[in-house]
């Protein structure tokens, strides 16, 4: 497990606009600035890209029903 994947597991049931800024950036081993080039390709290879999965759309009928 990746630090970052352990800090979204201890932050997953806590409130964001709880958290100060520096802790979460620390936990997540990031900066102000974003994750540097060799942290973002890391991240990639070990958690896959960031992009939401395409579902199924659901026709009028359906919802109706």
Do not use: H, Y
């Amino acid at each position: 497990m990746t630090p970052a994947s352990v800090a979204t597991e201890q932050l997953k049931n806590k409130a964001w606009n709880s958290q100060f800024t520096g802790k979460v950036l620390v936990q997540f081993s990031s900066a102000m600035t974003g994750l540097s080039a060799m942290e973002a390709t890391k991240r990639l290879a070990v958690d896959g890209p960031n992009e939401l999965k395409e579902r199924k759309c659901s026709g009028a009928l359906q919802i109706f029903l």
